[in-house]
């Protein structure tokens, strides 16, 4: 079935570090890809989304562009901030399907 | 995009005890999900709210435990029957957007059971 990989946390990162989280899926045809951020205490929110192969998603200074060639959304910041500290999960829908989480990776920031 | 309300936001439960969980949207949706995130965990699909039929379960999960309304487009509830410190998570709804399109979430309810 289909199934998303996150690379392991947690992450710890000083403030205006580069960010990388890497994400690779298994799916046959074409799924649509999304990142997702759950704040402390919060629930989950959308922060980017690509439908169809190269597309790029950006959202708050965060990028992921979809790569079909090696089934990846990997998701990336330039300079990233205290506040950016939250769990990270990458996933998939297929049309009308579920959607399909990764494991998630925790992200800290230290000032 | 919807917006989602859930309720309570939290809760701490005895054992053998039962616990309700609403989930009100904005607008009119045709589709609703209701998950489980165990704590350092990813989400897990409980089911799917039909309106107007019986929500469909996924593997591990069962009506008897996990009973779901769905009375309108815009409503649907999750009931936590007979809990155990075993179910002690954050339940979270979600709504469709239609194919192809991310779901969007509630804030959640944290339960505890004791």
């Known amino acids: 079935g289909d199934s998303v990989t996150q690379m392991e946390g947690p992450v710890t990162l000083s403030e205006e570090a580069f960010l990388t989280i890497n994400c690779t899926y298994t799916?046959?045809?074409?799924?649509?890809l999304f990142w997702y951020v759950q704040y402390p205490g919060e629930g989950l929110q959308l922060l980017l989304k690509?439908?169809?192969?190269?597309d790029k998603g950006s959202n708050k200074g965060f990028e992921a562009t979809y790569r079909k060639e090696t089934t990846s959304f990997h998701l990336e910041k330039g300079s990233v901030q205290v506040s950016d500290s939250a769990v990270y999960f990458c996933a998939l829908i297929k049309g009308a399907q579920k959607l399909v989480f990764g494991q998630g990776t925790r992200l800290t920031i230290n000032p | 995009s919807a917006v989602i309300s859930q309720k309570p936001s939290r809760d701490i439960c005895q054992r053998g005890t039962s616990l309700t969980i609403q989930c009100q949207v904005d607008?009119?949706?045709?589709?609703m999900f209701w998950y489980r995130q165990q704590p350092g965990q990813s989400l897990t699909l409980i089911a799917t709210?039909?309106?107007?039929?019986?929500?469909?379960?996924e593997s591990g999960f069962v009506i008897d435990k996990f009973p779901i309304s769905r009375p309108n487009l815009t409503f649907s509830t999750l009931t936590v029957s007979n809990m155990s410190p075993e179910d002690s998570s954050i339940y979270l709804c979600?709504?469709?957007?239609?194919?192809?399109?991310?779901?969007?979430f509630g804030d959640g309810t944290r339960l505890s059971i004791l």
């Open positions: 979600s709504v469709g957007q239609g194919a192809n399109q991310p779901q969007h």
């Open positions: 709210a039909n309106q107007g039929s019986e929500a469909t379960y």
């Open positions: 607008s009119q949706v045709t589709m």
């Open positions: 799916a046959t045809g074409y799924p649509s």
């Open positions: 690509a439908t169809k192969a190269d």
